[in-house]
């Protein structure tokens, strides 16, 4: 499910045309968009604006296919046919005759963002209020603020009674199968939701791939309500290119748009101090979103300080989390055997039940392994001065053949023939099904065959040619 | 997928010198169309990609100054402007840039007899700064780097052994000079892109400078490999000799520490080493000539 739209421009491009139009209106929107394509693409975008608008049309000059194949070296040809086929996916060029043409809206704005244009990037309407003292929010206090919010949502899946969230949220979670209904209510739990296999992954993902995962749901989920999305994804693109540390107005919004942002406010992408100070503050959370959603890999970047790492992994197996963290623990429980728990660190076990435990929960061992990575303590993390793997080898090792061993048997649909008169039935049947490649398994002793189920037809067509008399199936 | 910071060094020639001849015509480029081309590339280079750093030095005939990132002042300067039509952190860095600019070209002392351009003194600013930023990285961070070069004044020769040694080094720490030159063909700045395996360009026409720059100069080795690039051109590969700073097609070579000389001295200035000269006048003159190439 971490495929769902693992980036940005699949996610654009799956969107109806009118929304991308609108979307292209503005460069924040624009210039992110830009910086999700690949570089190759991005180069020879550039190239096309350094061309200046026809000036008979207004509109972007458009240069002949062949020319800007020509652009690019001849053993790379098939890149570019990739991006001209994504670039036409998402409206960015358009075709028209044999000509490449960048959609005027999208040049403009995009050239605005970078060599400064016409459209406003933000409406601010005030003029330069001195930020005073008492708005000025520190940025610890900001991403602390940031983190505590966005666990207190991912504390609702672990555990309904802790988290508080609005409705809203509930809706995504469920709308996103991460949360899924309570059918059975005889049992004594009261809870009406329940966390799917989906939503254990979710846990187990990186904090950036969470947010982008959540917020595309709950796009979706607002869409199907009816709202024009573009509005918050223009917003939101805005959010991504803001300063970190300075508010800005929300003076002029309007009531959905207000609505949204109290819904990023709940996540901890925004702070507000009250709803009716008209000023908020974009944090981490919400700059991170949109900038560089191709490197959520691991957390290697600078800029994962919102989560610093607490997991010591031992090569005996043992998991120490250096964290008080409800929720981190809980995360932690889900594939490790928890022994000890201290007032600051808490001692796990990795096992083969508890890895098996967490696999029938869907997780894959490549998440454990990416939770681990992108946790790790610094003291960790210093093994990689050594040029060793961030997690020991065995482990990972280990980890891996516990899920493979799960995939040892693989089932087909087939059918049997068994029953022959005579060897040479025998070997017609299991020769014909072999050239067909339809052949799964056979035993001249036993005088069996088995064969796919595609191919069962034909092999009984010619069973029925040979012998028309009877035939044993 | 590697996530690793790309830096990049501007060197711009900002030689009065160059400018001040280029008023009077109206076909190419002025200096306020030139600064405005730059800073134009500066800016699409950092919103080219969010790994992007960018650092610029600009050189004079005589001094060099750090543009860009502000020396002075180097905490988070947060906008107190609120209404921009542009990416707010482009804006910063604009405005930083335009007064860094301002403040060096009015500072720029007028008494000053030679004509041709600090490269060398910015090339080794630059590879101070790149050889600092090598030391900070962190384990597990990936780091690379580039230099730009863009002269507009022609070269002088007196910088020939200065210029060589810094691109060496560049070489030795694998980063790539590129090499954009507005005026005549530079043989210093061919070498330097030549060795580091950079791209060299003579603009053909100033006006498309932009053009050029967005398309060469951008992206790394990597994207380069997709790219059609202009044919390379035959390297001018001749040294300066040591005594008087020409460029030489032939020379003497020190057989002790290779300088090179224009012509035939009884001692080496470099190594102090004495040549055997009544050898040489007896006729085998020609075993230490050599081509210097």
Known sequence: MSGQFANLQEYISSLPTNVTQNIYGHPASCLAIFRELPVLARTIIMRFICLPNSELTGQPQPISQGVASSWINPSHQNTYKNITRMLVKLGIWNEVGTDWQLDVTFRNNLTGAIFGGTTNWLDETDSVSTPSERSIKKLEELNTYSSTRWDCVLQYLVNPDRGQITRDTIDVFVHAKLLKRNDDTSSASTDPYQITGTGFQFLLMNRRTQVWFFIINSLETRQQRGEDISEHLIFLFQLSFATFGKDYSCEKFSATKENFLQHLRELGLIWQKTRKIKRYFPTKLAIELASGLATTTYGEHGNDEIQSGFLVVETNYRVYAYTNNDLYLRITALFCKMLYRFPNMSVGLITRQSIRKALSNEISADLILNFLKSHAHPQMRKRLLENKPLIPTTISDQIRLWEMERDRIVDQEGMLYSQFNSANDFELIEKYAKDLNVLLWSNSQKRCVIVSKAGHEEVKRFWKMQRPKGSND | ?293
């Open chain 2, 1 to 293: 997928m590697s996530s690793s910071v790309k830096h990049l060094v501007v060197i711009i020639d900002l030689n009065p010198y160059y400018w001040s001849d280029k008023i009077a015509s109206s076909t190419t480029l002025n200096f306020k169309q030139y600064l405005n081309i730059i800073i134009q590339f500066c800016n699409a280079y950092i919103a080219f990609d969010i790994n992007h750093r960018l650092i610029i030095i600009g050189c004079s005939n005589n001094e060099t100054h750090f543009l860009y990132p502000d020396p002075t002042n180097e905490s988070i300067i947060i906008p107190t402007v609120t209404k921009t039509n542009m990416f707010e952190q482009l804006f910063v860095v604009d405005r930083v840039v335009e007064n860094n600019l301002k403040q060096f070209i009015e500072d720029l002392s007028p008494m000053n007899t030679s004509s041709g351009s600090m490269i060398t003194m910015a090339l080794t600013q630059a590879l101070c700064y790149i050889n600092r930023l090598i030391r900070e990285t962190l384990a597990g961070e990936k780091n690379s780097f580039r230099i730009l070069i863009i002269q507009t004044t022609n070269d002088t020769s007196k910088q020939y052994m200065n210029f060589m040694n810094a691109v060496f080094t560049s070489e030795k720490i694998n980063v790539p000079i590129d090499g954009c030159i507005l005026n005549n063909d530079s043989s210093l700045l061919q070498q330097a892109c030549d060795l580091t395996s950079g791209i060299y360009l003579r603009v053909p026409d100033p006006n498309g400078l932009l053009q050029y720059l967005l398309w060469l100069y951008l992206t790394d080795k990597e994207v380069r490999k997709m790219l059609a690039l202009p044919t390379k051109v035959a390297v001018d590969y001749r040294p300066a000799c040591f005594c008087h700073h020409k460029l030489i097609d032939t020379g003497y070579v020190c057989s002790v520490c290779l300088s090179i000389y224009c012509d035939n001295a009884s001692t080496c200035s470099t190594c102090r080493s004495a040549f055997d000269i009544t050898n040489t006048s007896n006729g085998a003159n020609d075993s230490s000539k050599r081509q210097a190439r």
